[in-house]
């Protein structure tokens, strides 16, 4: 956490307290004017007084701030060459003293506070420093050049997913903006959202795919209604699932949603207790789409339970047993957690 007293920083970092003298920097690499930066103003300007006049202070919008170079101190430095020695605790020490007040102005773009924001985030999360982590991420300011901390957001959120840290990764994920000008960390959201989908986490995994299909292009509304209705499904509700595969065209442009959709298809005949139809539909599925797919294991399941329900078990056990044998710790196999 940082807070700024009367041009001082008082930082606070991993339980320690430590006073620091205002940041310094200068106008561009030649520019030999040593200003104290003060802060940033409820307008978005920073504050900038020079510190060999009384000539007050300048305020110098974001926007106009790309050749604004920041004074490291002698910590930083030290901190490089630990990292490459591969002493990363030692340089977490350092860094802590100087990181946290630089990190409201990672959103300037140019700025050498970008990659000095950048070390210490991926250092921290490498070193499972998530709290300190979370609160650079929470820092962060959300400007154009903000885009450029998108991949370490994400692995930062995947990190955490691993970790088990699900409202964390919420909490997190909700900070970044996914409307379809989003570009390409869009696409890491929605990846990092069926990561968690494949390890059971529904709701989690809905909640993002829901604010993906709030924003979403003519293109991806179909890929993500099957999302939604296999995640609800899974939660214990057919009603989105039932309306879907009633209502919807069958995919056919999409190997993978046209097999979901026979996922779906399949399970709701067989919650309305019509093996026989379920069977057709996933046999379609199976036949449209090739071993790599992601849904061939739960269409494969799925299809066992329907030939248990129309009286064929010797069937039945032969696909489990398969099933078994080539996937032994999916999460389909019989008396398997859903």
Do not use: C
């Not at 102005?105 to 300190?132: H, K």
């Not at 179909?222 to 989105?240: P, V």
């Amino acid at each position: 956490m940082v807070r700024f007293v009367t041009g001082i920083v008082l930082v606070i970092a991993g339980g320690s307290v430590a006073w620091a003298a205002p940041l310094r920097a200068r106008m561009g690499d030649q520019n030999r004017t040593v200003m104290q930066v003060m802060g940033i103003d409820a307008a978005g300007r920073i504050r900038l007084r020079p510190e060999a006049t009384d000539a007050g202070e300048a305020l110098l919008p974001l926007d106009k701030a790309r050749d604004l170079r920041f004074i490291l101190p002698d910590d930083y430095r030290e901190a490089q060459q630990l990292i490459f020695a591969g002493r990363h605790g030692e340089a977490l020490l350092r860094l802590r003293r100087i990181v946290p007040e630089l990190v409201p102005y990672a959103g300037i773009a140019g700025s050498n506070a970008v990659p000095v924001v950048r070390r210490y985030f991926r250092l921290l999360v490498s070193e499972g420093e998530w709290a300190d982590a979370l609160a650079v991420a929470s820092s962060l300011p959300f400007g154009e050049a903000e885009t450029d901390f998108v991949p370490e957001i994400v692995g930062l959120a995947r990190a955490l997913q691993a970790q088990k840290r699900m409202k964390d990764v919420a909490w997190l994920l909700e900070r970044l903006p996914l409307d379809t000008s989003a570009g390409a960390h869009r696409a890491l959201v929605w990846e990092l959202a069926d990561e968690m989908r494949r390890e059971g986490f529904w709701a989690e995994s809905q909640t993002i795919y829901q604010r993906l299909r709030g924003a979403a292009a003519e293109t991806e509304q179909l890929s993500l209604d099957l999302l939604l209705a296999y995640t609800d499904w899974h939660q214990g509700s057919d009603l989105r699932a039932s309306a879907l595969v009633t209502m919807a065209e069958m995919p056919t442009t999409n190997a993978g949603d046209g097999a979901l959709f026979r996922l779906l298809a399949g399970r709701v005949r067989l919650a309305q207790d019509d093996p026989a139809g379920a069977l057709d539909v996933l046999s379609e599925g199976l036949i449209g789409i090739d071993g790599a797919s992601e849904w061939r294991v739960e269409l494969t399941a799925v299809m066992a339970s329907a030939y248990r329900e129309t009286g064929d078990d010797d069937i039945a056990a032969g696909i489990e047993r398969d099933l078994r044998r080539l996937y032994p710790d999916s999460r389909w196999l019989p008396h398997s957690p859903d």
